[in-house]
């Protein structure tokens, strides 16, 4: 089946730096990348729609400044979070897929910020 | 009232028994559904994708679609230890708004040996 890739699977920052995390899809071409955050025994958050050569839609509440995402070509998706704090730690995860609706995950990327 | 309903569970089974797992939705423009194994920690798999009503097998599980009560099931027969984990279903409209996931809560499953 498509994979997803993500990158790095653990990161540990200090407060205060940002920290990058890549989303490959490694067999297809994604013009869409979603970007979710997950909290400890919660379902997803989707945070924003990642649109190749524009813009990211972000949802209500998720600040487009401290979550910067990038989507420059059609295999790679990257979302920095910026001048992390303690409370931005979390298990972020990307997905995309090779058509509309057959949406494949990522391994997810932990982020703690000490 | 949130727009995919789905237990939490836990759900608890012996080995060998059939899991059974649902949800509940309220929007009609839903028209693809999906089923994802979450382990702990990890991504979530893509085990089950359905489009529109009816019944889909593959292996041990089997998923079922019934857009007149808006619900969805996943079987899991013959469970196994490994089968352990949270099952989380999705669901998505037509169109633009194909893309988009609308995600149940998740239902914890824990098989025992």
């Known amino acids: 089946g498509a994979v997803v890739s993500q990158h790095p699977s653990r990161v540990i920052c200090k407060s205060g730096t940002s920290v990058k995390i890549e989303c490959r899809s490694l067999?297809?071409?994604?013009?869409?990348m979603f970007w979710y955050r997950q909290f400890p025994k919660k379902s997803l958050m989707l945070m924003a729609t990642?649109?190749?050569?524009?813009?990211?839609?972000?949802e209500q509440g998720v600040e487009k400044d401290k979550f910067l995402i990038n989507h420059a070509s059609l295999t790679l998706s990257t979302l920095t979070v910026t001048s992390a704090h303690p409370e931005d730690s979390s298990f972020y995860i990307c997905s995309a897929g090779p058509s509309g609706n057959t949406i494949y995950f990522g391994e997810g990327s932990w982020l703690t910020v000490v | 009232q949130k727009e995919v309903e789905q237990d939490p569970g836990p759900l608890s089974v012996p080995e060998g028994a059939i899991v059974s797992l649902n949800c509940t939705y309220s929007n009609s423009a839903f028209q693809y559904f999906m089923w994802y194994r979450q382990y702990s920690r990890k991504g979530p798999e893509l085990l089950m994708y359905?489009?529109?009503?009816g019944n889909k097998e593959d292996g041990r599980f089997t998923a079922q679609v019934d857009k007149s009560s808006k619900y969805i099931s996943l079987f899991i027969r013959d469970s196994q230890p490994s089968d352990s984990a949270t099952y989380l279903c999705?669901?998505?409209?037509?169109?633009?708004?194909?893309?988009?996931?609308?995600f149940g809560g998740g239902t914890r499953v824990l098989v025992k040996p």
């Open positions: 067999d297809f071409q994604a013009t869409t």
């Open positions: 359905t489009y529109s009503s």
């Open positions: 999705a669901m998505s409209g037509e169109g633009a708004a194909g893309n988009k996931l609308t």
């Open positions: 990642s649109n190749e050569g524009s813009k990211a839609t972000y």
